[in-house]
C-alpha cells in the first residue's frame, strides 16, 4: 500500500463521527501492520490486503495472498508440514474476504481463487487425522495425513455462516455453501448445495440464464 493510499485514508477519518472514525482508525492501522508487520513473512502478499488482529498465522512462508484480500478477527491460518518432501501449501487469490473465526488447516494444498467469500465460522480442511489404527499410541488430533491432497475453492463462491469443505475436495466456479453445511464431494460450478452432508439444490442453466432446481 502506498504512503499517499494510507495518507488519503487518514484524512478522511478525520471527517467521520467518534464510532466511524475509530473504526477507520482501525482499519487505518490493520492496513498499516500488514504491509509493514505481516507481508514480509508471507511468501507473497499482494497490495491492499489487510489483516485484522487477532488471528492466528503458523508458517506463513508457505502462503500466498493476492491483492485486495481482508482477514478478519479470530482467523485460523495454518500450514503444517507433515512431510519436509512434500510441504504444505495455501495460495489466496485477489480479493478474497474472509470473515471471523474461521478454520483453515494446511497439510496438502489449498487454493482459493479469486473474489470468493467464506463467512464467519467456516472451515476448510487442508489434510486428516487418521484414525484406523486402534493401537496407535498417538493421539488422534497429532495424527497427520492429506500431505498429497488438493483443496480448491472456485472462483466467486461463497460459503454460508459455518460451511465446512473437507478436505481434497474441489468447488467449481461461482458455488454456493448453505450455512452449517458440510461439502464431502465435488461440487461443480454454479451449483447451490446445503446440508450434512452437502447435496445440490439448485444449479445454473446458461441456456435458460435462470437457475433450475436439481
Same mark, same amino acid.
Given at each position: 500500500?502506498?504512503?499517499?493510499?494510507?495518507?488519503?485514508?487518514?484524512?478522511?477519518?478525520?471527517?467521520?463521527?467518534?464510532?466511524?472514525?475509530?473504526?477507520?482508525?482501525? +482499519?487505518?492501522?490493520?492496513?498499516?501492520?500488514?504491509?509493514?508487520?505481516?507481508?514480509?513473512?508471507?511468501?507473497?502478499?499482494?497490495?491492499?490486503?489487510? @489483516?485484522?488482529? &487477532?488471528?492466528?498465522?503458523?508458517? !506463513?512462508?508457505?502462503?500466498?495472498?493476492?491483492?485486495?484480500?481482508?482477514?478478519?478477527?479470530?482467523?485460523?491460518?495454518?500450514?503444517?508440514?507433515? /512431510? !519436509? /518432501?512434500?510441504?504444505? *501449501?495455501?495460495? @489466496?487469490?485477489?480479493?478474497?474476504?474472509? *470473515?471471523?473465526?474461521?478454520? @483453515?488447516?494446511?497439510?496438502?494444498?489449498?487454493?482459493?481463487? /479469486?473474489?470468493?467469500?467464506?463467512?464467519?465460522?467456516?472451515?476448510?480442511?487442508?489434510?486428516?487425522? =487418521?484414525?484406523?489404527?486402534?493401537?496407535?499410541?498417538?493421539? @488422534?488430533?497429532?495424527?497427520?495425513?492429506?500431505? +498429497?491432497?488438493?483443496?480448491?475453492?472456485?472462483?466467486?463462491?461463497?460459503?454460508?455462516?459455518?460451511?465446512?469443505?473437507?478436505?481434497?475436495? +474441489?468447488?467449481?466456479?461461482?458455488?454456493?455453501?448453505?450455512?452449517?453445511?458440510?461439502?464431502?464431494?465435488?461440487?461443480?460450478?454454479?451449483?447451490?448445495? *446445503?446440508?450434512? &452432508?452437502?447435496?445440490?439444490?439448485?444449479?445454473?442453466? =446458461?441456456? *435458460?440464464?435462470?437457475?433450475? &432446481?436439481?
Amino acid at each position: 500500500m502506498s504512503s499517499g493510499s494510507l495518507l488519503h485514508k487518514a484524512l478522511r477519518a478525520v471527517t467521520l463521527q467518534p464510532v466511524d472514525f475509530f473504526l477507520s482508525l482501525r +482499519k487505518f492501522a490493520a492496513a498499516l501492520k500488514s504491509q509493514i508487520y505481516y507481508a514480509p513473512q508471507f511468501a507473497a502478499f499482494g497490495k491492499g490486503s489487510v @489483516i485484522i488482529d &487477532p488471528i492466528m498465522i503458523s508458517n !506463513p512462508r508457505f502462503m500466498r495472498v493476492g491483492r485486495n484480500c481482508v482477514f478478519r478477527q479470530g482467523l485460523r491460518l495454518q500450514a503444517v508440514v507433515a /512431510d !519436509p /518432501d512434500n510441504p504444505p *501449501e495455501l495460495i @489466496i487469490g485477489d480479493n478474497v474476504n474472509i *470473515e471471523q473465526n474461521v478454520h @483453515i488447516v494446511v497439510i496438502g494444498k489449498v487454493i482459493i481463487e /479469486d473474489n470468493v467469500s467464506i463467512t464467519a465460522g467456516c472451515a476448510i480442511m487442508g489434510g486428516n487425522h =487418521p484414525f484406523f489404527d486402534v493401537h496407535n499410541p498417538v493421539k @488422534i488430533g497429532d495424527r497427520l495425513s492429506g500431505t +498429497k491432497s488438493v483443496t480448491v475453492i472456485g472462483a466467486g463462491s461463497f460459503l454460508g455462516v459455518g460451511a465446512v469443505v473437507a478436505n481434497n475436495i +474441489k468447488l467449481g466456479a461461482g458455488v454456493i455453501v448453505g450455512a452449517q453445511s458440510v461439502v464431502k464431494k465435488n461440487v461443480p460450478a454454479h451449483v447451490v448445495v *446445503e446440508g450434512n &452432508p452437502a447435496k445440490a439444490i439448485l444449479k445454473y442453466d =446458461p441456456e *435458460e440464464d435462470r437457475w433450475l &432446481p436439481c
